[in-house]
């Protein structure tokens, strides 16, 4: 969130009109990873040193302010958001006009090199859509140059766009393609594919009737194994706020805060999740950003940009569903923005039905109206996308 920082500054410090602009949405990596004889007792991604990690940012076009660490999250505020590593996941969540996807197959090396793994076992990519798509820096201009780049390298991907593409929307590129509603139900039934012969035929990969169906075979049996898997994963929510109060905003400046742990107490940030240990940035003249983590490994993220003119605030966490609805008040009470998108990703099953509902069901504090509702699943995980703004919009 630093808008002074040199790497970016000849980028979106002006525009055409040599006005200051910021571009405060961010880019997020999320890489699981696995080894191919599943043998991982020993593999973990924080064996990556830390000048390995400091060159991997700099083809990002950022760098690590902060670090804090416990025995199951390693977490890092950078000078454009945050990263976190934990023994098989790898999140990178940067804003401004750093280049993220650029350093995937760096990344994919000192993986293989230092951590043991030498399998990507999931992957999700996704951002909002950005104020001033035109000051990107390639491959981030625009999300059909993202999903090239990323179809470079994962040949199964699958890339999608939730909510009006001419106005608020959310893009996702992942390796889990939506399931067949066949396949899902004989996944979840544990069956298989070859059950029937009009069943196969059902799910062609190319609009003939004598298909080979070796691929879906492979596929339906990664999705099985995903199934079984998941509860050793954790949900993901993100709230991406935007129209925000100004004078709720000059908290985070310098001018009103002299320090990140006063605008942390200012605004409330530290009673959204109690019990955090928070690592927190104040930029100068302006901006936030903050990581906290649980000694049980959930984390949260925050991340701001203040300025009136392209304001922007998100809030990311991989708490239980079970708090969603208390966390996005506190959410709301804490920024009281004028519109915001949430998404939300939950295991399969009953997990992501929860989730759906919680979503869906909740009664929100403020005047805000839901605009938009989509729900899809995923090969392991449900996915809820919804916008809101305040009434009148």
């Given amino acids: 969130m630093d808008p002074t920082n040199t790497n970016i500054d000849s980028n979106i410090s002006s525009s055409n009109e040599g006005s200051h602009f910021f571009e405060g949405v961010e880019k997020l990596l999320e890489v699981w990873f696995s080894k191919k004889d599943k043998k991982t007792r020993n593999c973990d991604l924080r064996k990556i040193p830390r000048a390995e990690l400091d060159a991997l940012l700099e083809i990002v076009q950022c760098t690590i302010i902060s670090e804090r660490k416990n025995d199951i999250i390693d977490s890092y505020v950078l000078s454009e958001s945050s990263m976190f590593i934990t023994k098989n996941r790898f999140i990178l969540k940067t804003c401004g006009t750093t280049t993220p996807l650029k350093c995937l197959s760096h990344l994919i090396g000192l993986v293989e090199t230092y951590s043991g793994y030498n399998d990507i076992e999931d992957l999700y990519y996704s951002r909002k859509n950005y104020k001033r798509p035109e000051l990107q820096r390639m491959p981030h201009r625009s999300f059909n140059e993202e999903a090239a780049l990323l179809d470079e390298l994962f040949p199964d991907g699958a890339a999608y766009c939730f909510g009006s593409v001419n106005r608020d929307c959310w893009y996702l590129y992942t390796l889990n393609p939506v399931l067949p509603a066949e396949v899902l139900r004989r996944v979840s039934s544990g069956g298989s594919l070859s059950d029937g012969q009009s069943d196969t035929e059902s799910i062609e990969s190319d609009g003939s009737e004598n298909s080979d169906d070796s691929g879906i075979v492979a596929w339906l049996e990664s999705g099985t194994r995903g199934l079984t898997e998941c509860q050793d994963r954790d949900h993901t929510i993100e709230i991406l706020m935007t129209n925000l109060d100004p004078e709720l905003m000059k908290i985070f400046t310098k001018e009103c805060s002299k320090t990140a742990a006063e605008a942390t107490e200012k605004s409330g940030i530290d009673r959204i999740i109690p019990g955090c240990v928070i690592d927190d940035y104040l930029f100068d003249p302006c901006g936030y950003s903050m990581n906290g983590i649980l000694k049980t490994g959930e984390y949260m993220t925050i991340h701001i940009t203040p300025e009136k003119e392209f304001s922007y605030v998100s809030f ?7 708090c969603y609805r208390a966390v996005i008040q506190r959410v709301l009470d804490t920024f009281r923005p004028g519109k915001f998108v949430v998404t939300a990703f939950a295991c399969k099953g009953l997990d992501g039905d ?25 090969k392991n995980y449900d996915l809820t996308y919804a916008l809101y703004s305040k009434f009148p919009s």
């Fill in 316 to 322: 990311e966490s991989n708490i239980s569903h079970d």
């Fill in 354 to 378: 929860k989730t759906h509902k919680e979503i869906t069901t909740c009664t929100l504090g403020g005047d805000y109206l839901r605009r938009d509702l989509q729900y899809c699943q995923l």
